[in-house]
């Protein structure tokens, strides 16, 4: 059974910088399609960054210049670098992971329903004051 955890959550003034993580375990991500999405209070949830198996990424229009996703295949560990928050970046954020992901049924993007993925991190408090 895969377990995703991520962490790295804080709180930061606008303009400043947080690193995420979250670790994969259990379970041999081969094709995949993993990524970041949050939920800020009173909104649905939301994907923000996704890095396939192939080291493909796409942004949300919204942190496009801002967030930077990466992995590190050898840990197991997928990043969200977050540089110049701003408040409106307030929400918890979640790692999670499709899987059974192959680009003939969809392609991985920010947009992908959030059905698909197999697996969900436990989620880490981001807080940007201003």
């Known amino acids: 059974q895969g377990q995703l955890v991520d962490s790295g959550g804080g709180s930061v003034q606008s303009g400043g910088s947080l690193r995420l993580s979250c670790a994969a375990s259990?379970?041999?991500?081969?094709?995949?399609?993993m990524g970041w999405f949050r939920q800020a209070p009173g909104q649905e949830r939301a994907g923000v960054a996704v890095?396939?198996?192939?080291?493909?990424?796409s942004y949300a229009d919204s942190v496009k210049g801002r967030f930077t996703i990466s992995q590190d295949v050898a840990k197991n560990t997928l990043y969200l670098q977050m540089n110049s928050l701003k408040p409106e970046d307030t929400a918890m954020y979640y790692c999670?992971?499709?899987?059974?992901?192959?680009?003939?049924?969809?392609?991985?993007?920010?947009?992908?329903?959030?059905?698909?993925?197999?697996?969900w991190g436990n989620g880490s408090l981001v807080t940007i004051s201003s």
């Open positions: 999670a992971a499709d899987v059974h992901y192959t680009s003939q049924h969809y392609l991985c993007r920010p947009s992908v329903s959030q059905e698909r993925m197999d697996y």
């Open positions: 259990g379970y041999t991500f081969n094709k995949y399609c």
């Open positions: 890095i396939d198996s192939d080291g493909g990424t």
